[in-house]
Structures are given as structure tokens and as C-alpha cells.
């Protein structure tokens, strides 16, 4: 036996290696870098393919960012969002996700230019009053968002839900089709009962909650009206990332499979897709 020892990762190069824990504690917090991409052998493939967020929200684009897929195509969907508020909360915020992500799939399936998307990610969010199960989304005025603020404030406790739903393409797919996962992340948001009327106008004046579900921003100046969370943060936020990788991974695993079924002409009698 040689003394010789070959190194533990004979095959990674310098460049593949996370910062030394020296260097990271060392450096001022406002000179690190960004920290590198999850190695993880789906984001890997990923990142040589287009990725499509089916959403506007600067908020999901920037949560989506943490994953390093450098080049994701920012593709907002043009449905309506009309579904009627009679649904249940859980089926309303589902099928929003759902029918955002297909019109995505219906328009980039055939974009010629580009070729077809590797995955299709869109969600939806929602808020829900628990005393009256109203389903609360962008206020439509000022005097629509005090009065949604007053609400939240009066119940103390209220719900936010996201639906988050991942399309891969099928290559071998006869209609074609694709292969889809989907999530709902449930957070429990408590708000601080103290909040003033003044506080809140003055808050609403500020027009942050404008564009967003319950008409406040958590990762904004809209915490100081909440007391407590039970949850996902970032669920709150519009996207939560780790339920996202979760699906992300799951999608990919199942279009690689359909695939491989496809081209070895087996499956040709299953319906596992749309």
C-alpha cells in the first residue's frame, strides 16, 4: 500500500469549493459574497435550461433567486384571477396557481424562438379572515384597505395561504403534455391588537400593501402590525422556498420518468398527465 494519500475530492476544483468558514467569519457581513448555488444535481441540470416564474411579484422573484438558476424568465400570466370567492379558500388559491401556470405552458409550448420551458413555476397567495373565511387579496382603494387592515387587527389571528405549482414538459408526451406537482403552504399570522387607527392610516398612506394579498408587506414596514407568526416567513412573503424545492425536485424526477417510459413505448395506456 502506498503512503501516498490521494485528496478526498481528487475531482473538484478550486472554483467548486463554498468559501473556507475562516474566510466567511472573518469578512465584514457587508463585503461577502452571495453565498454559491445549492449543488444539488436538479438545480444543476437546471440552470442550462429555461426556467419560467409565471409571476410579476419582485417578491417571488427575489425568494426564487436563492435556488442560483441564473437565467429564470420573468412570465406573468395573463388569467383573469376571477375565480369566485364562493370556493373554499384552499381550492380558490389551488386552482388560481393551476390555471396561471397553464396559460404560461399554453403560450411557451410553442415559442419557436426559444423552445420549450424545462419548468414552469407559478403561485398564488391568499389571506383568509378566520371569523368570516373572506378571502382577502389586494385592496381596491384606500378606504377598502383600512377597513381590511381594522378587520385583520379586530380578528388578532388570520391565515395566509400560498399554492405553488411546478410544470415540466413531457417530450414523449403524445399531445403533447406534462408532468405537474403542486403544494399549499398554510402560516398562521397573528396581529398585534394594540395597533392604533392612526397607525394603520398611516401605514395604508404609505401605499406598500398595495399589491399585496391583506394589503401589508411582512418583509416590509408592514411588521410593525403583526405580533407573531406561526410558520413559514417567507410563506407569508408570497413564496415559500423550501416547500418550492421541494416540488421542484418531485417534477423533475416525474417528467424524467414519464420520458423514460415514453421513449422505451411503455406507459402508453396511463394518464399521469394533462
Known amino acids: 500500500m502506498s503512503d501516498t494519500k490521494e485528496p478526498l475530492l481528487s475531482t473538484t476544483t478550486t472554483d467548486d469549493l463554498p468559501p473556507a468558514y475562516e474566510t466567511a467569519t472573518s469578512t465584514p457581513k457587508r463585503n461577502l459574497p452571495p453565498p454559491p448555488p445549492l ?26 433567486s436563492y435556488l442560483g438558476l441564473p437565467d429564470i424568465e420573468i412570465i406573468p400570466s395573463d388569467f383573469p384571477e376571477d375565480l369566485p370567492h364562493t370556493l373554499q379558500p384552499i381550492e380558490y388559491v389551488l386552482a388560481t396557481a393551476t390555471q396561471k401556470a397553464e396559460s404560461v405552458y399554453t403560450r411557451e409550448i410553442v415559442n419557436e424562438e426559444k423552445g420549450e420551458p424545462a419548468l414552469i ?9 378566520p371569523k368570516t373565511g373572506a378571502i382577502l387579496e389586494k385592496p381596491r382603494s384606500e378606504a377598502h384597505h383600512i377597513t381590511m387592515l381594522k ?4 380578528a388578532r389571528d ?14 414523449s408526451a403524445r399531445d403533447p403534455g406534462y408532468a405537474v406537482e403542486t403544494a399549499i403552504e398554510e402560516t398562521n399570522v397573528r396581529f398585534d391588537t394594540e395597533v392604533t387607527d392612526e397607525l394603520i392610516l398611516a401605514y395604508v398612506r404609505t401605499r406598500e400593501g398595495v399589491d399585496k394579498a391583506g394589503g401589508y408587506g411582512m418583509q416590509g414596514l408592514g411588521s410593525i402590525l403583526v405580533e407573531s407568526i406561526e410558520g413559514s416567513y417567507d410563506n407569508v412573503i408570497g413564496l415559500p422556498l423550501k416547500t418550492t424545492l421541494k416540488i421542484i425536485e418531485k417534477v423533475m424526477a416525474r417528467a424524467d420518468d414519464e420520458d423514460r417510459l415514453g421513449s422505451d413505448g411503455e406507459g402508453d395506456d396511463e394518464e399521469d398527465h394533462n
Do not use: G, N, W, Y
Not at 449543488?39 to 425568494?63: D, G
Not at 413555476?121 to 379572515?129: H, P, R
Open 39 to 64: 449543488p444539488l444535481p436538479t438545480l444543476i441540470s437546471l440552470r442550462s435550461k429555461r426556467v419560467i416564474l409565471a409571476s410579476s411579484s419582485p417578491r417571488r422573484r427575489q425568494i426564487i
Open 121 to 129: 413555476l407559478a403561485a398564488d397567495t391568499i389571506v383568509v379572515e
Open 151 to 154: 378587520s385583520l387587527r379586530d
Open 158 to 171: 388570520h391565515k395566509v395561504f400560498t399554492a405553488i405549482v411546478a410544470m415540466a414538459p413531457l417530450s
